[in-house]
T-cell receptor, first 114, second 114 residues
Framework: GNSVTQMEGPVTLSEEAFLTINCTYT??????LFWYVQYPGEGLQLLLK?????DKGSNKGFEATYRKETTSFHLEKGSVQVSDSAVYFC?????????????FGKGTLLTVNP | KAGVTQTPRYLIKTRGQQVTLSCSPI?????VSWYQQTPGQGLQFLFE???????NKGNFPGRFSGRQFSNSRSEMNVSTLELGDSALYLC?????????????FGSGTQLSVL
C-alpha cells in the first residue's frame, strides 16, 4: 500500500535560516504529491503540490520537486520567518482509479525563533 | 466563498456514548472525506463520500460511520465511544473529480472522551 515517510521533528531554526524537510514515499502508479501546513488550532491548508515527475510545486517561498527516481518530495525554503512556525505534512494521493484518499506522513513541527 | 464548516468545534463525551459530527463543504463540492488526527497515529483516513455514496473507506471499526446528504453536507457518527476515540476529526471537501485536485479542510472537531 501507499506510505509516506518524513523526517522526525521538531525542527528549530533561526529566522532567515534555510529549511529542508525530507519526504519519501512508496506508492503504486503515479501519485500526486502534496505538502500541507497546519497552524495551531487550525485545520490543514495546502501549501503546494506536484502531479507528475520533475514537476516543481512552489508557494510563499516554499518549493518541492517530484523526484520519481528517488521517490522523494523534499520541502525547502531559502529564508524562513517566524510566521512559518507550524506543522508540515507530506502527503500523496492516487491520481487514477477512484481511491482518492490522502496518505499522510507523521508531520514535522517547525519552530522559527526571531 | 465560505470555507468548510465543521460543528461543533469541541465536544466532551463519556465512554459508551455516541456522537455525531457535522461538516458543510464548500458550495459546489461533491466529495467530502473525513480524517482522524491523534498525536500517536497522525492523520488517518476514515471515509469519503461522493454524491451521497461512500466511495472509499479506511481501516476503522464499524462503530465509525457516516453519510452524505443531497446538499453534500456530511455527518459522521461514532457509537459506543472509547477513550482512544479522543482526537481531532477533520473534514475535507473537493470537487471530487480527480486525485490531483486540492482538498479544502475545515478547522476540525476536537472530541474528548472521558
Amino acid at each position: 500500500g501507499n506510505s509516506v515517510t518524513q523526517m522526525e521533528g521538531p525542527v528549530t531554526l533561526s529566522e532567515e535560516a534555510f529549511l529542508t524537510i525530507n519526504c519519501t514515499y512508496t506508492a503504486t502508479g503515479y501519485p500526486s504529491l502534496f505538502w500541507y501546513v497546519q497552524y495551531p488550532g487550525e485545520g490543514l491548508q495546502l501549501l503546494l503540490k506536484a502531479t507528475k515527475a520533475d514537476d516543481k510545486g512552489s508557494n510563499k517561498g516554499f518549493e518541492a520537486t517530484y523526484r520519481k527516481e528517488t521517490t522523494s518530495f523534499h520541502l525547502e525554503k531559502g529564508s524562513v520567518q517566524v510566521s512559518d512556525s507550524a506543522v508540515y505534512f507530506c502527503a500523496l494521493r492516487n491520481s487514477g482509479g477512484s481511491n482518492y484518499k490522502l496518505t499522510f506522513g507523521k508531520g514535522t513541527l517547525l519552530t522559527v525563533n526571531p | 466563498k465560505a470555507g468548510v464548516t465543521q460543528t461543533p468545534r469541541y465536544l466532551i463525551k463519556t465512554r459508551g456514548q455516541q456522537v455525531t459530527l457535522s461538516c458543510s463543504p464548500i458550495s459546489g463540492h461533491r466529495s467530502v472525506s473525513w480524517y482522524q488526527q491523534t498525536p500517536g497515529q497522525g492523520l488517518q483516513f476514515l471515509f469519503e463520500y461522493f454524491s451521497e455514496t461512500q466511495r472509499n473507506k479506511g481501516n476503522f471499526p464499524g462503530r465509525f460511520s457516516g453519510r452524505q446528504f443531497s446538499n453534500s453536507r456530511s455527518e459522521m457518527n461514532v457509537s459506543t465511544l472509547e477513550l482512544g476515540d479522543s482526537a481531532l476529526y477533520l473534514c475535507a471537501s473537493s470537487l471530487g473529480g480527480t486525485g490531483s485536485e486540492k482538498l479544502f479542510f475545515g478547522s476540525g472537531t476536537q472530541l474528548s472522551v472521558l
